[in-house]
């Protein structure tokens, strides 16, 4: 069984989850998730989209890559609602 679309399948199930949660932060200007959280997931995220473009695997540099900037920007908005 090919495991590129189990890959997929999981990258989009991840974005589904943080897409409309960082649409909902950013139009409210509210971000209730701790700021201890959003800083630690941009930061793992951004080592695993490169631990990513090293090893030169494609599904998760697009997923660490997608997470690190949705988190990312959750924690920009968080910064500046504080």
């Known amino acids: 069984m090919p495991v590129e679309p189990i890959g997929i399948l999981g990258l989009f199930i991840i974005l589904i989850a943080w897409l409309p949660e960082t649409i ?38 697009v997923l660490n890559g997608l997470a690190a900037i949705l988190s990312g920007m959750n924690l920009f908005a968080k910064f500046l609602t504080h």
Not at 27 to 45: A, D
């Open 24 to 61: 909902k932060n950013i139009r409210n200007r509210r971000v209730r998730t701790r700021i201890e959280f959003l800083l630690l997931y941009t930061i793992g995220s951004m080592l695993l989209a490169i631990h990513s473009i090293i090893i030169s695997d494609p599904i998760f540099i």
